[in-house]
């Protein structure tokens, strides 16, 4: 069901998966079919798919997948877990609403059945987040609106992107969860290999990580107005910035952990 909070910006693109003409639903070969090679999502757990076949199998799919044309095939838009149930009981057609979409349509409808249907794991909820936000153009105190979540639980989340990849993947695999991984984003790479190892192998609860990223994070004092403008970049760059400053002299430091990345923000930076 559509959440309710969604305003006209999202609504309004939602409402095109959501308005389903039981008239409009083909039976499409599913060699005909193809994933959306920009779909966030990359981690599909294997026995939910299962299960999900396996629901298939008693009762149908109450949900035509969502496609549009693409070539000669059709590429999915909205419902890759069912197109993947629907391979694992090995069916030849999948119930499908074919339907024409502008190209910057896509992604954002894409985006946004994930964020609405999919338990994404924190890692592609953070970059669901980041690449819709993108799209629309949108601050991250609007889009909270929008999605009916708190400014600091998407800040939050997005900043998990500024993991070091040893420590994203951990994410990815369910071994520590959104808490202990919004603690470590506050720490330095090395510091967050040290602490995640030892999140991992004696099961420190996020209250134990909490106190034991205080040990290793030690601040010094800080002007709070370098503070605010710390703060002010890193929401717009989505990205750690710390700003040095030693008797009127220092230096700016924006990180960046992919050359994807690194493009993106000086990208921003030529337009600022």
């Keep these: 069901m559509k959440n309710k909070s969604l305003g006209k910006g999202l609504g309004a693109l939602f409402e095109q998966i959501e308005e389903v003409n039981k008239d409009e639903i083909e039976l499409l070969n599913v060699t005909e079919i193809m994933p959306n090679p920009e779909q966030v999502r990359v981690d599909f757990d294997e026995d939910l798919i299962e299960e999900l076949a396996s629901s298939i199998k008693k009762h149908g799919l109450l949900e035509p997948i969502l496609v549009t044309k693409h070539g000669n095939k059709y590429m999915i838009v ?4 069912r197109y993947r149930a629907f391979l694992k009981n090995g069916e030849e057609k999948i119930p499908a609403i074919v339907k024409n979409f502008k190209p910057e349509e896509i992604k954002k409808l894409s985006l946004i059945e994930n964020i609405q249907r999919e338990n994404l794991n924190p890692i592609e909820e953070a970059m669901s987040y980041k690449e819709l936000m993108d799209e629309l153009d949108m601050t991250q105190q609007e ?35 959104f808490g202990h991984a919004k603690i470590l984003s506050s720490l ?3 510091k967050q290999l040290e602490l995640a190892k030892k999140i ?12 034991e990223s205080k040990k290793k994070l030690v601040k010094p004092k800080k002007n709070p107005l370098y503070q605010e403008l710390e703060e002010s970049l890193q929401e717009k760059l989505t ?27 000086i990208e921003i930076l030529e337009r600022l």
Excluded: M, Q, W
């Design 200 to 211: 991992v192998e004696f099961g420190l609860t996020v209250r134990e990580t909490e106190n």
């Design 239 to 265: 990205t750690r910035v710390r700003i040095e400053d030693k008797k009127g002299k220092g230096e700016i430091r924006i990180s960046y952990f992919s050359t994807e990345e690194l493009t993106r923000l």
């Design 78 to 81: 909205a419902g890759e877990r």
């Design 143 to 177: 889009f909270a609106k929008e999605i009916g979540k708190s400014r600091s639980h998407v800040a939050n989340s997005v900043r998990l992107l500024t993991l070091h990849p040893d420590v994203k993947n951990l994410v990815r695999e369910g071994k520590i969860s």
């Design 188 to 190: 330095d790479h090395k």
